[in-house]
């Protein structure tokens, strides 16, 4: 057995215990173990041969986005219902509809390393149809091309393949998301009055439209 450090074997003999209100530069587990030996660059836990220790901050952070963008998205299309721009609702209504897929795919993750999925839900600041799309466009896009290609990376890095599958079919759809927000922003002039069928599917929350798709429902009712 390899020898630890003087600090390490220090330390020995004082366990601490990890849980899930300390210092946020410690990973957060599932269960409480114990930290033998910890310095800026490495913790030495307590734990049983074969349990993989995976951080499940992450897997909250995004939970908790995907719950809000829910709710927001669901506001939007009344709005844009309430402003005549039907095509408009009828995709924040099927995005509303996979961010809850989103949110339900990370939280059987969370469920499954032993914690509790949390989210604290924000009142949505509901404007005109036209700036709601624009702070749509910035949250898919912060998500597409920072939080989730980040999260995972770290997913990767902990051998994470459920948090890795939640994570990407996120990502997918956001990227799309981002896309069919920014082109009702460039056509919002014509969209007026009418409608659209959006179909999601109920695995990995991606639209299609126009589509059928055998077990995918059909969202384009308010
Ligand atoms: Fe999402
Ligand atoms: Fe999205």
């Known amino acids: 057995m390899k020898k630890l450090p003087r600090k390490a074997r220090s330390r020995m003999g004082k366990p601490d215990r990890v849980s899930a209100h300390e210092d946020r530069r410690r990973p957060r587990f599932s269960r409480e173990l114990s930290v033998l030996y910890e310095d800026d660059a490495v913790v030495v836990l307590d734990k049983p041969a074969g349990l993989l220790a995976v951080p499940i901050d992450n897997l ?66 509901v404007a005109s149809t036209r700036e709601n799309l624009q702070v749509a466009i910035s949250g898919e896009t912060y998500e597409r091309d920072q939080m989730y290609p980040a999260f995972i990376s770290e997913a990767k890095a902990s051998k994470n393949s459920e948090a890795i599958r939640t994570f990407t079919y996120a990502l997918k759809t956001e ?48």
């Open 60 to 125: 909250q952070m995004a939970f908790n986005g995907e719950s809000n963008a829910h709710h927001r998205y669901v506001a939007f299309a009344k709005k844009a219902d309430d402003e005549g721009y039907g095509e408009v609702a009828s995709l924040f209504r099927a995005a509303a509809r996979a961010e809850e897929i989103h949110a339900s795919n990370h939280s059987a993750v969370i469920r499954k390393l032993g914690a509790e999925p949390k989210a604290t839900i924000e009142a949505p600041a």
């Open 175 to 222: 990227a799309e998301h981002a896309r069919l927000y920014s082109e009702a922003l460039k056509n919002l002039d014509k969209l007026r009055g009418k409608s659209r069928t959006y179909y999601v599917c109920g695995v990995c929350g991606a639209l299609a439209a126009a589509v059928s798709i055998p077990g995918v429902a059909e969202l384009n009712q308010p």
